[in-house]
Nanobody
C-alpha cells in the first residue's frame, strides 16, 4: 500500500520559517521525483519544488519556481524515504495546503499525500 504522510505545517508570522516533511512507503522511492505542491483557496495547485531520485533519469536537477526561489529548499534522504521542504522568509501569499507528490515520469505514476496546512499571518 502506497503512503505519503506530510507533517510540519502550522501558523507562522510573515518572515518566519517552517519545515515540512514527507515520508513515503510502498513504492520504489529512489525511482521517483519527489515534489511539493501548494494550493491556496480558490487557486489551482502549483508546483513549489521538485527533486529527482537516483533512478529517475540523468540530467535532472532541483527545480523551484521564481515565487519561492531563494527562500525554499527541498532535500531528500533516500535512506529514510523522506523529503523535506525548508521554508524561510515566509509571506502571506505562501499560505495554502502543501502536498507531497511522488512522480515516476516514464510510468506515468503519481502518488499524493493528504496535505498539510501552512498559514502565514501578516
Amino acid at each position: 500500500q502506497v503512503q505519503l504522510v506530510e507533517s510540519g505545517g502550522g501558523l507562522v508570522e510573515a518572515g518566519g520559517s517552517l519545515k515540512l516533511s514527507c515520508t513515503g512507503s510502498g513504492f520504489p522511492w529512489k525511482d521517483y521525483y519527489m515534489r511539493w505542491y501548494r494550493q491556496a483557496p480558490g487557486k489551482e495547485r502549483e508546483l513549489v519544488a521538485s527533486i529527482p531520485g537516483e533512478g529517475a533519469g540523468g540530467g535532472s536537477t532541483i527545480h523551484y519556481p521564481d515565487s519561492v526561489k531563494g527562500r525554499f529548499t527541498i532535500s531528500r534522504d533516500d535512506a529514510a524515504n523522506t523529503v523535506t521542504l525548508q521554508m524561510h522568509s515566509l509571506k502571506p501569499e505562501d499560505t495554502g495546503v502543501y502536498y507531497c507528490n511522488a512522480l515516476h515520469i516514464s510510468q506515468a505514476q503519481s502518488y499524493w499525500g493528504q496535505g498539510t496546512q501552512v498559514t502565514v499571518s501578516s
